[in-house]
């Protein structure tokens, strides 16, 4: 009797704490005590992390493969320069193929292979941890095993970086660019010394000059040391060569190549340059902005160059004559530079208007330019 009636009250009990779980399921039971669910799913989590690959700071591929690079030495990670270029000097001496003998004290067990390919990894080492960048990207590598992409990076552009140091590759190439620079202004310059030779105002001037110099007085010459016409033609030409390079006066493009105007001296004498401009230009406002001073020739010259937007080169190719026309008509002025330019579109439009070639021109854009292209089709 009381074993039933103990038996009825474990089972109402029972009931009671299985009550609220069927509540709160919506009449279904889970089968299943909420302490084994966790462990179930603590168990699956271990097992999926257990499963991952271990991660390893040593990659094959990388700066010494499986093998740290400081126990191929023999060193610490505290260990200096100097005491990693004597580990790797002892270590050479040893495994060098030229110098490894098999058999001897401390290669025992080494054949000629396996110590050619325990001496690369030894230089291999040895090169890693020489330079500081190399070793203290290897040295993160170590400490930061996870970062596997950051590793990759950090080693291949170390390797795949030019050796050379880039101010001496930038050196060389404004070096080169001035060489080239320089022979080509001096075969230009030539080349308008021949055409010059060919326009009779300056050849005629040379010649004036060398006959009063006695240099084209042709005197006869007898027996061996006599001359054809041309070996006396030649040397004539030769002489007014020489005359146009040194005596005439040359401006502008056919100015002979100067040294100074190559990039590299352009690019060392910039500050002189620069502190000469700060300098003139310093008294160009004491003297005509603060001081009033009236403008000489050559100031005269330099604000009618401006005006015109040409460059030093571009206005000494301009005839004196040109030049004296400026001054007289006081283009220093920029009201009289207004009106002489304007004079000058006038002129120019009036020249284009009665040129015949520019009349064909017009011609032709009209009855057969781009606007009357015809396609064929194919």
Same mark, same amino acid.
């Given at each position: ?10 089972g109402?009990?029972?009931?009671e ?8 399921g ?7 005590p909420?302490? /084994?669910k ?15 690959p271990? /991660? @390893?700071?040593l990659?094959?591929?990388l700066y ?10 023999g060193?610490?990670?505290?260990a200096s ?13 040893r495994y060098?193929p030229d110098?490894f003998?098999?058999?001897e ?6 054949t ?8 690369l990894l ?9 330079d ?6 290897y040295?993160y590598m ?6 596997y992409?950051?590793h990759?990076?950090?080693? &291949? ?6 050796? !050379?140091?880039v101010r001496? !590759? /930038?050196?060389v190439?404004?070096?080169?660019? @001035? ?9 230009s310059y030539n080349e308008?010394i021949?055409?010059?030779?060919? !326009? ?20 006869k ?11 006396i033609?030649?040397q ?5 060569r020489d005359i146009i ?16 105007d190559i ?17 003139w230009?310093?008294s160009? !406002?004491?003297r005509f902005?603060?001081?009033r001073?009236? &403008?000489g ?19 000494d190719r301009?005839?004196? @004559? ?7 008509k ?9 009106? &002489?330019?304007k ?22 854009m009209?009855?057969e ?10």
């Amino acid at each position: 009797m009381s074993s039933a009636v103990s038996d009825g009250t474990a089972g109402r009990q029972t009931a009671e704490m299985a009550a609220p779980g069927e509540r709160s399921g919506g009449g279904r039971s889970s089968g299943c005590p909420r302490g /084994v669910k966790s462990w179930w799913r603590l168990a699956v989590l271990l097992l999926s992390v257990s499963s991952l690959p271990a /991660v @390893s700071a040593l990659v094959e591929g990388l700066y010494c493969g499986k093998e740290v690079c400081y126990d191929v030495l023999g060193v610490t990670r505290e260990a200096s320069k100097s005491d990693i270029a004597r580990a790797y000097r002892q270590l050479a001496r040893r495994y060098h193929p030229d110098r490894f003998r098999p058999g001897e004290p401390g290669s025992e067990g080494e054949t000629q292979e396996s110590a050619h390919n325990k001496f690369l990894l030894i230089a291999t080492a040895y090169e890693t941890l020489k330079d500081e960048d190399t070793r203290r990207d290897y040295d993160y590598m170590l400490d930061h095993p996870e970062e596997y992409y950051q590793h990759y990076y950090a080693y &291949y552009r170390r390797r795949l970086a030019p050796k !050379v140091d880039v101010r001496v !590759v /930038v050196l060389v190439t404004i070096c080169a660019i @001035s060489i080239f620079q320089y022979y080509s202004w001096h075969s230009s310059y030539n080349e308008a010394i021949n055409y010059l030779m060919t !326009v009779p105002k300056y050849r005629i001037q040379a010649t004036e000059i060398a006959k009063q110099q006695g240099l084209l007085n042709r005197t006869k010459e007898k027996g061996k040391n006599r001359r054809s016409k041309e070996e006396i033609r030649e040397q004539e030409e030769e002489v007014i060569r020489d005359i146009i390079k040194n005596k005439i006066d040359i401006k502008g493009g056919y100015q002979k190549p100067n040294l100074s105007d190559i990039l590299l001296c352009q690019i060392v004498l910039f500050p002189y340059y620069l502190t000469n401009y700060v300098a003139w230009y310093v008294s160009w !406002v004491y003297r005509f902005t603060i001081c009033r001073e009236e &403008y000489g020739v050559e100031e005269k010259l330099y604000i009618i160059r401006r005006y015109m937007k040409l460059s030093q080169t571009q206005f000494d190719r301009l005839e004196e @004559s040109t030049k004296q026309t400026f001054l007289d008509k006081q283009l220093w002025i920029k009201e009289n530079f207004e009106v &002489y330019r304007k004079e000058q579109e006038e002129e120019m439009k009036v020249k284009m208007a009665t040129d015949t070639r520019m009349k064909r021109y017009r011609r032709w854009m009209k009855n057969e330019g781009p606007g009357r292209l015809t396609f064929i089709d194919d």
